[in-house]
Nanobody, 125 residues
Framework: QVPLRESGGGLVQAGASLRLSCTSP????????VAWFRQTPGKEREIVAS????????YYIDSVQGRFTVSRDNAKFTVNLQMNSLQPEDTATYYC??????????????????WGQGTQVTVSS
């Protein structure tokens, strides 16, 4: 497992943008595929987006496709989630997750075993 830390959450109005960042102090971060999940009270945690080790491949759930962009800078051990055109239904606690993998292609959606503490995103109407 690898330690993860999220930042960038906050309170914004509908239509605004936020950028979440996930960092790890370990250089081995480049051996991990990374994903962003979100969770609201009483609901299961759901994956929002994921990115392969190299950053070449990405995955998004339908509800954020075209609005959110996941990217990574392996030199800085950082994965970002740019969230545009935010809507009230995007309100949730967002978590960064990682899984160590030897596979460099494809953006996985399961099997993540390292988790950050979460950052709150609140979108008002």
């Amino acid at each position: 497992q690898v330690p993860l830390r999220e930042s960038g959450g906050g309170l914004v109005q509908a239509g605004a943008s936020l950028r979440l960042s996930c960092t790890s102090p370990r250089g081995a971060f480049t051996s991990y595929a990374v994903a962003w999940f979100r969770q609201t009270p009483g609901k299961e945690r759901e994956i929002v987006a994921s990115i392969s080790r190299t950053g070449r491949d990405t995955y998004y759930i339908d509800s954020v496709q075209g609005r959110f962009t996941v990217s990574r800078d392996n030199a800085k051990f950082t994965v970002n989630l740019q969230m545009n055109s935010l809507q009230p239904e995007d309100t949730a606690t967002y978590y960064c997750a990682a899984k160590r993998t030897i596979i460099t292609t494809g953006a996985p959606t399961t099997g993540f075993d390292s988790w950050g503490q979460g950052t709150q995103v609140t979108v008002s109407s």
